[in-house]
Every structure is written in C-alpha cells, then in structure tokens.
T-cell receptor, first 112, second 114 residues
Framework: ELKVEQNPLFLSMQEGKNYTIYCNYS?????LYWYRQDPGKSLESLFV?????AVKQEGRLMASLDTKARLSTLHITAAVHDLSATYFC????????????FGKGTLLTVNP | NAGVTQTPKFRILKIGQSMTLQCAQD?????MYWYRQDPGMGLKLIYY???????DKGEVPNGYNVSRSTTEDFPLRLELAAPSQTSVYFC?????????????FGAGTRLSVL
C-alpha cells in the first residue's frame, strides 16, 4: 500500500524567510505532483515531477524529486503573504489508472 | 471553458437520506475520480473511472456508488447517509495524454449529514 507523508503539517513563517516542505512516499513511483489549495477552494496544480533529480521552479516555489530516497521537497524562497495556503503532494500509483495518493497537506501561514 | 463542474456546492442531509453528487467535465477526459477531504486528512480516493462503462473502487468506497454512462458525467451516489460521510467531496478528471498530464479538480461539494 502506497503511503505518503508530509511534514511539517503546519508551518508559520515570516515574510522574507525560506523554508522547505518534505514529502516522503513508501513505494516506487514515477510521477509526483504538488497542489495548492486556498481555504474553501479547489486544488490547483503547481508541479509535476517525473524523474530522479527533476527540479521545477515557479516564482518563489521550487520542487525537486529524489526517487531513490522516495522524497520530494517544496522549497519556499523569501515567502510572501500570498503564498499562505495548504500544499499537498500526491504520488501516482503507477500502472494505467493514474490513481493518486495524497499527503495530509501542509498548512502554510506567512505572517508580515 | 467550464472544466469540471460539481453540483450542488452545499447540501445538508438527514441520517438515512440518499443523494447524488453530480460531476460533469467538458474536456473529453477519459479518467475521472471522486475524492473526499476531511479536515487534516488530505484527499482519499472513493471511486474512479477509466472510461464510460468502467468504474472501480478506491481507498474508501463503502457507503457510495458510482456510474459512468457517458464520458462527460460521473455521478456519486450516497445511500443511507451517515454522519461519517460529512465531508467535502471533490471530483477530478485527467485526459492522460502523456506524463505531464494532471488531474483537474472541480470546486467541491460540502456535505453535512445530521
């Protein structure tokens, strides 16, 4: 059974600081996703990571994947208030059904 | 583009009542999914479908049923609602036309069973 663990689950940051969210998963997978959810809203795709060593960046967010360690990171650089949201990683089970298992999410609050 | 449309947005049910959560997508996606989201628990897969006429159970299917008679629609049926089914329900779809394909989510249905 695929298990996905995120940490921390809660993260309070000051504006301008850097921090990293970690996503560990238990079985081999060739696709990992990061999603963002604003309060009361739907999920928005941020990144798709497909291979070992993959790195993607969008603005102040950078995601990376280490398939050997079964670890993905989401790094936040110089946080701003607009980044406050819940961030989920999701891991593909593999095969032809494209099912995902989600982590519990990291609630990020960026304070002035 | 409408994308993935879920109705209703909110609903309150009494214990033992039944209802259908509607999900429609206009992107001609083959793959569709139903998730539930409970506070602090991430999303759990209830049922999924890889095409019209084909459905399968996910991680938490008990108390739910689905059907997929068309590519566009994937309704989720709750029979004999229970308080444990109080949750936010999300429908998602993907075309899967390559490894970069993502799941697109609807706006969600917030359901309370009292």
């Amino acid at each position: 059974e695929l298990k996905v663990e995120q940490n921390p689950l809660f993260l309070s940051m000051q504006e301008g600081k850097n921090y990293t969210i970690y996503c560990n998963y238990s079985t081999t997978s060739d696709r990992l996703y990061w999603y963002r959810q604003d309060p009361g809203k739907s999920l928005e795709s941020l990144f798709v990571l497909l291979s070992n060593g993959a790195v993607k960046q969008e603005g102040r967010l950078m995601a990376s994947l280490d398939t050997k360690a079964r670890l993905s990171t989401l790094h936040i650089t110089a946080a701003v208030h607009d980044l406050s949201a819940t961030y989920f990683c999701a891991v593909d089970h593999g095969g032809s059904n494209y099912k995902l298992t989600f982590g519990k999410g990291t609630l990020l609050t960026v304070n002035p | 583009n409408a994308g993935v449309t879920q109705t209703p947005k909110f609903r309150i049910l009494k214990i033992g009542q039944s209802m259908t959560l509607q999900c429609a997508q206009d992107m001609n996606h083959n793959y569709m999914y139903w998730y539930r989201q409970d506070p602090g628990m991430g999303l759990k897969l209830i049922y999924y479908s890889v095409g019209a006429g084909i459905t399968d159970k996910g991680e938490v299917p008990n108390g739910y049923n689905v059907s997929r008679s068309t590519t566009e629609d994937f309704p989720l049926r709750l029979e004999l609602a229970a308080p444990s089914q109080t949750s936010v329900y999300f429908c998602a779809s993907t075309p899967f036309r390559g490894p970069q394909s993502i799941q697109y989510f609807g706006a969600g249905t917030r359901l309370s069973v009292l």
